[in-house]
């Protein structure tokens, strides 16, 4: 696959590196493997010169605007021997001044192109701000809901997560030769298993067989590589008893050698001095020696490599090899970049922030990553004249919650608020916004006072969810109850007999049991962006019909997870027969809303499905064909899901694993024939010596619109030759 790390400039560029690298002294070429965040500038203003005219320093983190870095980069060139300019690189995770849904909103769309376009517009206006490489994406697989930073990421499946992988490389990457104006380059995090730590706590241990941790968190890794990404970042925890910033297995031996990687590791913030906490090195010494020894290239950040490279080099504990590969993989991104010639950036880019197109791409986004749970006809609102308008996200402080986490460079007072959004939607509604709901306790005298307030109109829309410091980084929970008393609001509010739209926006799946046959209508609007209201308002009004589908399972109370659909087959499955069953004993078997969930507010229907043949060898290709009809009353995009089960394996394999899928919109009462391609390959496994292999056997087969429909299934066999 062409990609900028296969490209003739990638090529143009490790030459030049090359030629750079031999000029560099040891101290040079080390300051190329350091990254500074905003502290080397704090006070010590003579470590500040010290650093630049010896070349210390490779790279800067968090240090934004074109105005800031146009004159650190000019002042370090000036200063250093050899001029070589610095990357400056930021956490532009779903957006960068204008925001966009989250990522595992983003997911929802099942649409990997408006990720591209996301990242793309993301990419632009950090490029504008002085960026060029952006910490993202993430590509950690969440099974876990308790983990916060399930935000940042694709969701619970390795093949949709894989696809929005590549497709956010190539969105932030740019699809030319090399990255270029307006794009940045792309960080894959955090690799590994981060997101497989135990019990959903930050920061906490991976214990993940060799097969899962190939099988389902490695491979978005590499459809990422396989995009073309640059860089990766490695992760805070251990995975199985080895760090992954010192686990040469994981960085060396997978990341390059299997993987084919060709660009640089960068750790994660602090991660190398962290190998000390973990009780696998002795001393900072020991942690440079253990890690860069491992594969990671870049210290984030501080001067851990300056000091200590050199005397471990001398000591023949690294060698002199190791670094210029290392200082060759930087420097040869850095010619890739285009940084040599043009070091800085025009500051009248910075007009791109906020402009039209990335404002209506974040509104487009908003509403196509919202998920429809429940709707009982209520919506799309139709000639309602009195709305009551109540719950802490209506709240005019709450704009930064409707951002969602890692939002840090956007401007939280540009996001529209769902009250602006209702108002210019439907100027001619009377629209009683009613303060006084939060995140925290509310007495119950103020629940019956808002409930007795909102009874007045026709139609109640509550808006509730999370803040967002509440997910993200070290925003782990242990209940994924809606904090403080909002599920008594919306509950007091149901209990008036007017109907509640529900509205709800989290960095997480919560758990929403108790509003299931309550309210009216559930909407999960996730994080939507600055664009929030407008969206919100496209999808309460029917302008645009919700098309979202959960990319993470929905629990049904907290203690159902990790609950996930590709889960292995057990001995004892569970249909609630008997006792003795692979079950909670206090809840339904399944979860509330099942991964691959979402409602519209027209109907699809699937007719005239076929398998190009009932047998494929293993190196053949499976089509499944199909007619997707709207039958209902609303233009509409649907999403055809195919799942796969391997029946009988020498491995036990999961009980259903998503293998396909189509968007299509379709105007109502339209129909289109839709092809899916199941390649032999897609249905391979990593077995015991860590291979793929497709195995021959017999396979089930669905077509459905979410992982628990099992109303289209289909036999084949993959024949042994
Ligand atoms: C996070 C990374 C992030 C880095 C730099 C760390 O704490 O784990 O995801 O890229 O900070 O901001």
Redesign the pocket.
């Known amino acids: 696959m062409d990609n900028i790390m296969n490209s003739r400039a990638y090529k143009a560029a490790r030459e030049k590196a090359q030629a750079l690298l031999e000029k560099l002294t040891l101290t040079e070429k080390i300051g190329q493997l350091s990254q500074f965040g905003n502290s080397i500038y704090s006070s010590d203003e003579k470590k500040y010169e010290d650093h630049f005219r010896e070349g210390k320093v490779g790279s800067f983190?968090?240090l934004r605007g074109a105005e800031k870095t146009n004159r650190i980069q000019r002042d370090l060139m000036n200063m250093q021997r050899t001029p070589i300019p610095a990357i400056f690189a930021d956490?532009v995770i779903h957006g960068y001044r204008t925001t966009f849904p989250t990522p595992i909103a983003q997911s929802c769309s099942w649409d990997p192109e408006l990720t591209a376009r996301c990242s793309a517009a993301a990419a632009k206006e950090a490029y504008a701000g002085g960026l060029k490489w952006t910490?993202g994406p993430?590509v950690d697989i969440a099974r876990d809901p308790r983990w916060g930073r399930i935000m940042e990421g694709f969701g619970e499946d390795t093949y949709l997560c894989s696809r929005f992988a590549a497709a956010a490389v190539r969105g932030f990457q740019g699809d030319g030769d090399a990255p270029g104006k307006d794009h940045l380059i792309a960080c894959m995090?955090?690799y590994a298993a981060y997101g497989a730590c135990v019990g959903g706590r930050d920061y906490n241990t991976a214990d993940v067989s060799p097969e899962t941790l190939h099988e389902v968190y490695l491979p978005p890794f590499k459809a990422g590589i396989d995009a073309g990404a640059a860089t990766v970042?490695s992760a805070?925890n251990d995975v199985n008893g080895v760090p992954a910033t010192a686990n040469r297995y994981l960085l060396t031996d997978v990341l390059r050698d299997r993987f084919g990687f060709k660009g640089f590791v960068v750790s994660?913030?602090g991660a190398v001095g962290e190998l000390i906490n973990h009780g696998f090195a002795e001393d900072p010494k020991d942690a440079v020696c253990k890690a860069f020894g491992a594969g990671v290239d870049m210290l984030?950040a501080g001067d851990m490599y300056n000091d200590n490279l050199p005397a471990l080099l001398e000591e023949g504990k690294v060698t002199m090899e190791e670094i210029d590969r290392s200082v060759l993989s930087i420097l040869t991104v850095k010619y890739l970049l285009g940084l040599f010639d043009e070091p800085f950036v025009d500051p009248d880019g910075e007009k791109v922030f906020f402009c039209d197109e990335h404002l209506a791409l974040s509104r487009e986004a908003g509403a196509q990553c919202a998920v429809l749970l429940e709707n009982d006809g209520i919506l799309p609102l139709k000639g309602v004249e009195n709305i009551a308008l109540t719950g802490p996200l209506t709240h005019p402080c709450g704009k930064a919650h409707l951002l969602g986490g890692w939002c840090g460079i956007a401007d939280p007072e540009r996001t529209v608020t769902i009250e602006e959004g209702l108002k210019a939607a439907i100027p001619d509604a009377n629209i009683d916004v009613i303060p006084g709901a939060t995140f925290v306790h509310m007495e119950p005298e103020e629940i019956a006072a808002i409930a007795a307030r909102a009874a007045r109109s026709d139609v109640i829309i509550a808006a509730v969810g999370e803040e967002n410091g509440m997910a993200g980084?070290a925003g782990s929970k242990s209940d994924l109850e809606l904090c403080g008393s909002q599920e008594e609001l919306v509950l007091a509010l149901c209990a008036t007999g007017r109907p509640v739209v529900c509205l709800v926006s989290a960095g997480r799946p919560l758990v929403l049991s108790k509003f299931k046959g309550k309210v009216a209508a559930l909407l999960n609007i996730w994080q939507p962006g600055t664009e929030a209201g407008n969206s919100v308002a496209d999808l309460l009004t029917g302008k645009v019909n919700p098309s979202g589908h959960l990319t993470t399972s929905f629990p049904y109370t907290t203690g159902q997870v990790p609950i996930y659909y590709n889960h292995p087959s057990t001995g004892r499955p569970a249909d609630g027969h008997w006792r003795f069953e692979s079950k909670y004993m206090d809840c339904p078997i399944g979860p509330l809303y099942p991964f691959g969930y979402g409602r519209s507010y027209t109907t699809f229907e699937y007719s005239d499905i076929s398998l190009s043949s009932d047998k494929i060898a293993p190196d053949g290709e499976l089509k499944v064909r199909l007619t997707v009809t709207n039958t209902g009353e609303y233009d509409g995009a649907a999403v055809v899901q195919l799942y796969v089960r391997d029946l009988v394996a020498s491995r036990v394999r999961p009980v259903k694993e998503l293998k396909g899928f189509k968007k299509l919109f379709l105007t109502r009462g339209a129909s289109s024939r839709v092809e899916l391609s199941l390649p032999a390959s897609g249905l391979a496994f990593v077995d015991s010596k860590l291979e793929w292999v497709v195995e021959p056997g017999r396979f089930k087969l669905w077509v459905a619109e979410d992982s628990a429909d099992e109303r289209c299934g289909f036999d084949f066999t993959v024949t042994n030759s």
């Open positions: 983190l968090t956490d910490f993430m995090k955090h970042m805070f994660d913030a984030m980084e």
